[in-house]
């Protein structure tokens, strides 16, 4: 595989602050074209990554490389590629929108002054003339520091809680912009949150954060294979129940849940097998239901909240 398949991989990356380790190790790779979302609670290293990449915050160990470049020369030049909002856009309270773009773009000197109106179009805010950024709603500054982040034309812009304090319609707002960008522009994103139901109408790829390791990354694809199917089973004896699944069906992929009912994952193939194994085994089948797991348990039971035994 070429390397230019990639616009970013880490290396081991690993950032360590006065004893904490924020960053443990960080494999991590974004195709070209993707959408990624960067999934993690507040803490677990999203932010530190994103620094990192963006030039703001060195490694303690470990290597980035972007656009197939980890040499520092080069990580310079391929860093005029990005576009990027992290934290809130830091933008000029008194200006207008073009006039805040227009800065930056000198600020940057970056050529092209009849770019600024075609990124304010894009971003939906050419019809905001003369009122300034400091009247502007949360929406439109969000918009406006995205609008910032596409100055010279990036492939890549990075995205570290964009949706943060933003009314429903904002979100929406955002999302389809977004999409919008990656659609027709070819712009890869990577988007950090910590709202998963929000980046599952977004995202293509997914990685996921705890505590400073990367603990997977998996395809939109692979990820709804993993969140579809258990068999919800109830019996009089959850604790008999596990062994028999464990002994003859070989398998310790379930949970027992706080009521004592079982959400089996492996072996639902064959949903007659497992029932009548339990049954063999004299238990009395209360419930024995195929379902379907949400996003959010999925993550939740991924980074340790649930116990998935």
Request: hydrophobic share 40%; aromatic share 6%.
């Amino acid at each position: 595989m070429a390397m230019s398949e990639y616009v970013l991989r880490t290396n081991q990356l690993s950032k360590k602050f006065k004893g904490s380790t924020a960053l443990d190790k960080v494999n991590l790779s974004i195709r070209k074209g993707a959408i990624y979302g960067f999934i993690g609670q507040n803490g677990a290293g999203k932010s530190t990554l994103i620094r990192i990449v963006t030039g703001l915050a060195f490694p303690t160990n470990g290597t980035i490389e972007l656009f197939g470049a980890s040499d520092e020369k080069s990580l310079i030049e391929a860093r005029k590629r990005i576009g990027s909002i992290i934290e809130s856009p830091a933008l000029f309270p008194h200006m207008t929108a073009f006039e805040n773009v227009e800065a930056n773009r000198i600020l940057r000197g970056i050529p092209g002054k009849d770019s600024v109106r075609d990124i304010l179009g894009l971003v939906g805010l050419e019809g905001t003339g003369r009122k300034k950024a400091k009247n502007f709603s949360l929406g439109m500054k969000q918009r406006l520091g995205l609008a910032i982040a596409l100055l010279g034309d990036p492939e890549f812009i990075i995205l570290d809680e964009p949706t943060n304090g933003l009314d429903p319609m904002g979100v929406i707002e955002m999302r389809e912009l977004l999409k919008r960008l990656n659609r027709e522009r070819g712009i890869t994103i990577l988007i950090s949150s910590h709202i998963l139901s929000e980046l599952s109408l977004l995202a293509s790829h997914y990685g996921i954060i705890h505590q400073g390791q990367l603990l997977e990354q998996l395809t939109a694809q692979e990820l709804y294979g993993k969140c579809q199917q258990y068999v919800l089973i109830k019996v009089d004896n959850p604790d008999k129940a596990t062994t028999v699944i464990q002994t003859e069906l070989g398998t310790t992929d379930y949970e027992v849940m706080p009521d004592g009912a079982i959400k089996l994952y492996s072996a639902i193939e064959q949903p007659s097998k497992v029932s009548s194994v339990l049954f063999s085994a004299g238990l009395a089948i209360e419930q024995f239901m195929p379902m379907g797991e949400d996003l959010e348990s999925f993550f939740t039971k991924r980074i340790g909240g649930v116990p998935h035994v």
